[in-house]
């Protein structure tokens, strides 16, 4: 499938695709036009990158992850893979994610105890 169909389906602009591409996250096929060429599974890789984004991990990250992801919520990574690098690298992502997190909570919760004063206010 071309580019534009490619980001029809799953939502990711052509511009983000390129990008993709660039950081070495999307490998299309090129035609003889020049015109890429993605396979069907890309929709599914897309959506991985973008999860992955979504929550925070780097291209950098997700480049040496990626080819150890298949099925959704499976990695396929053997443990001779993982290099003390790779695991000091993932180990600090997860952490600054906890961080997210932590923060993430502490705003809903402060958020809930504003709207829970006002509605008190109100009644």
């Known amino acids: 499938m071309r580019i534009g169909q490619l980001s ?6 052509a511009r983000m695709l390129r990008y993709y591409e660039e950081q070495d996250l999307l490998h299309p096929e090129r035609a003889d036009n020049g015109y890429r060429d993605y396979p069907e599974p890309a929709v599914y890789r ?19 992850i990626l080819p150890f992801l298949g099925d959704p919520d499976r990695i396929h990574l053997h443990p001779q893979c993982l290099t003390p690098e790779l695991a000091d690298l993932l180990e600090a992502e997860a952490t600054r994610i906890q961080q ?21 206010l109100k009644s």
């Open 8 to 13: 029809q389906r799953t939502g990711v602009p």
């Open 46 to 64: 897309v959506q991985q990158i973008r999860g992955l984004l979504d929550s925070g991990l780097t291209t950098e990250i997700i480049r040496r």
């Open 100 to 120: 997210r997190i932590d923060c993430l909570s502490r705003n809903r919760d402060a958020i809930h105890a504003y709207l829970a004063a006002v509605r008190t």
